[in-house]
């Protein structure tokens, strides 16, 4: 990640406590190169997730993006078909 760059969000805008429920670690975005992408308010490369939604175990991949909703900033998952170009 580039430290001097200036980006659309603040790396402090994010919560990261909620992305690594999901599996999603900050150092792991930096060491893939992702980590700019998501700040600048790109989607990112599919990145794998593990989800536990009443009690069913979900693995997939899906896209992140940060977007504002509600003047609040917030992860936008997109899932990714097997087989399909992420969009």
């Known amino acids: ?3 001097n760059k200036r980006h659309a969000f603040p790396e402090e805008s994010v919560n990261w406590a909620e992305l690594e429920d999901l599996g999603v670690y900050k150092e792991d975005l930096e060491r893939s190169g992702q980590m700019d992408a998501l700040l600048d308010g790109q989607s990112t490369e599919p990145v794998a997730l593990n989800l536990m939604l009443s009690g069913i175990s979900l693995e997939l991949d899906a ?8 003047q609040t900033v917030t992860v936008e998952i997109k899932g990714v078909t097997p087989g399909q170009p992420a969009c």
Do not use: F, N, P
């Not at 896209?63 to 509600?70: E, I, N, P, Y």
């Open 63 to 70: 896209t992140l993006q940060l977007v504002v909703q509600d």
């Open 1 to 3: 990640m580039d430290k």
